[in-house]
């Protein structure tokens, strides 16, 4: 059997968002779900709702793929397989939020890369609704596009670096999902295409812009024209005057003229003719139905960070009927600039506020924190008057938290209560700290006033000095607030804590908490006024009790009947008739009634019916491959020189002259000698010179036949290399010219040297 509260699915979930709200809620959570199974479903799901960091989905993955089992953070030691995907996707299906802050070093960056690398589905998280994404790098801004998906409603990014990539990311935005919350906060400016990208999101309902450049007039224009944008947060520090009416330059107002009110005339006759323009326009704006121009006029939240000044002509420019308002001003601001923007708040949105909430600036609280921190002495008070706010009858919530201007009087709580009379909250600088020379000036007397005016306060924290001067108070009931619930005072100042409880239980008997600052390592910590209020809360509740028990009393006596006796009583009544005469004459009374017809104003948008057909005007292109090789031939031709073969007679021509000293005989005789010696003269001559002859020729061949072998070789590689042609040449393309080779100049001038220089040899 289920418990009652699960049965009632919307009930159950709102016990369990206040518990998980409540101190050290997310432990008790856990523990709740782990108690019984109908409770685990539903508490898994709150818990895993809102997650600070990526370090519990990363926890979710085996103990064995991590790097350090104790610390996820670090990554993982090798990639996951589809089983160990189970758990992270089915605890995943429960995120709704995610936040993720590059410079924290709780996540390794290496995780992104193998879950975008090795995850099994396209979305891990995929029905995650707001992704708040804090970067520095251009990796970082990359990591992001992991839990893009349909289902993304809210995209909070925070780049505090220039990253050029950024245009591109916005692109891949705008093509992924269809936001309906965009906020953007950096140091740097704008993209230049910024409104160009984001133009294409028209179901933008809150859109915050902190950058240079969030004041130009594209920006204002591309914001004006979100039919569905309803909160607004802008940044106007730094900016002049000029720069923030520049926001409203290119903005055409809602319920301008269009060119169907203009009049046809040329202008030529118009003195002639009668202009009823203005008369039409009063007609219209008695009956009501006069259409004014207006900007943002479906805008309900605004938020507005700046000097004083800048937000009062910012404001000047709105016409819509505000609920919730937010300005971050700078602390103190110019009294002449409040007293403008007080007024402006009132005349604008006097009707339609519900909220108002006043903070300071970051430069303004760093300022108050380095004075508190040093020895400058005490920190200054300035006095923020609040008689300017002449009119808020629909303001509930009024919180002004400012560290300068934190004085405030009891005639200030006074011009609340007439100008707030249903405020339900009030905080006025509960967390001010005041020297001990001169302390807050709000008293219980204040405070007596608030709650005579304000009859739905629940809630009131401020800074005051409980002592009591006067017993005006407790002699009006009309000062107890039945509604008063809570009370938070701060530092505030108790000397009789006696005094104080009485006073307290006649203002507000039915208050049920009190709060005061306790922490004894506090800044402003006075032991003496902690001690005092601790008495206060505890004698508090009794005196309630006696005081609620002393009215039903004196209400039970106010209404008890009075006595009653029954007594006769003579009602004789002696008639005395007598006759009068009454003249009627009717009174006539003469009215004139001025009727003026009933004037409806209507446009007709007659808009021709436009059909978008989209043509393929590609021309067509085919792509065909075509050789365009340049055709080379290749003939190998041979380039061996004609080699001839000549004999060369090589013998040394040479004469031999025999003289001879033989004694001359006579004839007979000579002629007998000379028949046998003859031969023998003649052989020994031939001998030695066919002998030198054939030593040349050896010479000769030893020195040019070895330089003849190489040349021939080298042609006959070089032709043999010719004659192999390549694939797609034709042979018959291509003629070379050649050229006589050295070698064949060599072989020649060999042979003409061995033409020329051999002599010739006579036998």
Known sequence: MFPTILRDPDAAKKLFETIIDSPNGRRSMSRLARTCRAMCEPALNVLWRELDSLLPIISLFPNTLMKRA?????????????????????????????????????VSPSIFAIIAENRPVQYILPHLQQLIWRVDTAAGLQRCTIFLNPELQSLV????????????????????????????????????????????????????????????SSVGQWAASLPMLRV??????????????????????????????????????????????????????????????????????????????????????????????????????????????????????????????????????????????????????????????????????????????????????QAVAQACPNIETLRLCPMARFPASSGPSLTLEGVAVLTQGCKRLQTLALVLDAHTESEEAFNSLDVSSRSLLRLHVGHSVVNDSL????????????????????????PGYVEANATGWQKVSDWLPHMQGMRLMERARVVHLATQKPETRDQ????????????????????????????????????????????SMSIDATPSIMDTSVDATPAVSHQSVSVRPNMVST????????????????????????????????????????????????????????????????????????????AQPKEGDDSSSEKHELRPSSAHSVSSSTSELLDHDIPPVCL
Request: with cysteine.
């Open 70 to 106: 104790r610390r996820p953070g670090l990554g993982l030691a090798k990639a996951p397989n589809a089983e160990d995907w189970s758990r992270v996707l089915a605890y995943g299906e429960r995120v709704r939020r995610i936040a993720y802050i590059e410079s924290s070093p709780s």
């Open 232 to 413: 607004l947060e802008l940044d106007l520090t730094g900016r002049s005057v000029i720069a923030v009416e520049g926001f409203f330059d290119d903005i055409v107002a809602s319920g301008a003229s269009t060119p169907s009110d203009a009049s046809s005339d040329s202008g030529v006759f118009s003195g002639d003719e009668i202009d009823f323009t203005e008369i039409r326009k009063s007609s219209l704006r008695l009956t009501g139905d006069l259409r004014s121009g207006g900007v943002f006029t479906d805008l309900r939240q605004l938020s507005l960070t700046g000097e004083v000044a800048n937000i009062a002509v910012f404001l000047k420019h709105l016409t819509s009927n505000l609920t919730h308002l937010e300005l971050v001003i700078e602390d103190p601001p110019d009294m002449a600039d409040w007293q403008d923007l007080s007024g402006l708040i009132c005349e604008r949105f006097s009707k339609s506020l519900l909220s108002l909430r006043i903070n300071a600036t970051g430069s303004s609280r760093f300022n108050e924190l380095v004075r508190s921190t040093s020895r400058g002495g005490d920190p200054p008070c300035r006095h923020l008057p609040l008689q300017h706010f002449t009119s808020l009858p629909s303001l509930l919530r009024l919180e002004i938290d400012l560290p300068e201007s934190v004085l405030f009087y009891d005639s200030d709580l």
């Open 157 to 216: 990014l925070e780049v505090s670096t220039r990253i050029p990539q950024l245009a591109t990311f916005l692109a891949e935005v705008c093509s992924t999902t269809q936001l309906s919350s965009f906020s953007f906060t950096s140091p740097t400016s704008l993209p230049d295409t910024f409104t160009d990208i984001l133009r294409s999101h028209n179901t933008l309902e809150k859109l915050v812009l902190v950058a240079p450049g969030a004041l130009s």
């Open 499 to 522: 005094q104080t409880t009485i006073l307290l239980s006649h203002l507000a008997p039915y208050l049920e908490t009190i709060k005061w600052f306790h922490e004894k390592n506090r």
């Open 568 to 611: 006769s009583v003579d009602a004789t009544v002696t008639r005395i008739t007598a006759d009068k005469s009454l003249q009627a004459k009717p009174r006539l009374v003469q009215r004139y009634v001025q009727v003026s017809p009933k004037l409806v104003d209507r446009s007709t948008e007659a808009k021709p019916e436009l059909v």
């Open 647 to 722: 004999e060369v007679d090589a013998s040394v021509h040479t004469e031999t002259k025999a003289i001879s000293a033989i004694q001359a005989l006579p004839f007979e005789e000579s002629n007998s000698v000379n028949n046998y010696a003859d031969p023998f003269y003649a052989f020994p001559s031939v001998i030695p010179a066919v002998l030198v002859g054939l030593l040349t020729f050896a010479c000769r061949i030893l020195t040019s036949y070895p330089l003849t072998i190489p040349m021939h070789m080298l042609d006959k590689s070089l032709s043999i290399l010719h």
